[in-house]
T-cell receptor
Framework: GAGVSQSPSNKVTEKGKDVELRCDPI?????LYWYRQRLGQGLEFLIY????????KSGLPSDRFSAERTGESVSTLTIQRTQQEDSAVYLC?????????????FGPGTRLTVL | AQSVTQPDIHITVSEGASLELRCNYSYGATPYLFWYVQSPGQGLQLLLK??????LVQGIKGFEAEFKRSQSSFNLRKPSVHWSDAAEYFCAVGAQGNNDMRFGAGTRLTVKP
């Protein structure tokens, strides 16, 4: 596609519910990143996918968070048993490959509100 | 691991005035440095990046940044700010061999008419 897309754009859920956030990267981009942006804070790295390699999950804050990616396409970030502190904007980005000098192209984000 | 600090949470400048946003990084070797802008309701957009070579980097929208190794800084500048520049600006640092970039907390820019 023309850019990185994310859905939904907004999600309001009740504490304890599970949520799934979706990211469609730019076609041809092998690297995909998830970040969390809490209100007034910078971007917090969550997880990174590169092709068919094992993902780098070092940024996931707890075992309630997980993510999947099918090949070099769509990725889904799942948060189980949501807590109020999970409220944030979740950003997805993709880049040509894993080299950290490559520009990351960001989606518009999903704003998650946990009541 | 690398890290980045943006000392200014919020800056207000008058339209037409010059702008400098500060960024300090921490990394033992030569970093890869980036500035992104996040306009309201939009995703992050790359303004400019530094990998090596000339320490003064030109970016889009009239922005430039200068890498100063001695000060571990990569400050963003613009000689004359436009109202449309009002946004959140993020400095980020990457490193060879790392998968992730570290982002600063951001600086919110307000432009007064």
């Amino acid at each position: 596609g023309a850019g990185v897309s994310q859905s939904p754009s907004n999600k309001v859920t009740e504490k304890g519910k599970d949520v799934e956030l979706r990211c469609d990267p730019i076609s041809g981009h092998t690297a995909l990143y998830w970040y969390r942006q809490r209100l007034g804070q910078g971007l917090e790295f969550l997880i990174y996918f590169q092709g068919n390699s094992a993902p780098d999950k070092s940024g996931l804050p707890s075992d309630r968070f997980s993510a999947e990616r099918t090949g070099e396409s769509v990725s889904t970030l799942t948060i189980q048993r949501t807590q109020q502190e999970d409220s944030a904007v979740y950003l997805c980005a993709s880049s040509l490959d894993r080299a950290s000098y490559n520009e990351q192209f960001f989606g518009p984000g999903t704003r998650l509100t946990v009541l | 691991a690398q890290s980045v600090t943006q000392p200014d949470i919020h800056i207000t400048v008058s339209e037409g005035a010059s702008l400098e946003l500060r960024c300090n990084y921490s990394y033992g070797a030569t970093p890869y440095l980036f500035w992104y802008v996040q306009s309201p309701g939009q995703g992050l957009q790359l303004l400019l990046k530094y990998f090596s070579g000339d320490t003064l980097v030109q970016g889009i929208k009239g922005f430039e940044a200068e890498f100063k190794r001695s000060q571990s800084s990569f400050n963003l500048r613009k000689p004359s700010v436009h109202w449309s520049d009002a946004a959140e600006y993020f400095c980020a640092v990457g490193a060879q061999g790392n998968n992730d970039m570290r982002f600063g907390a951001g600086t919110r820019l307000t432009v007064k008419p």
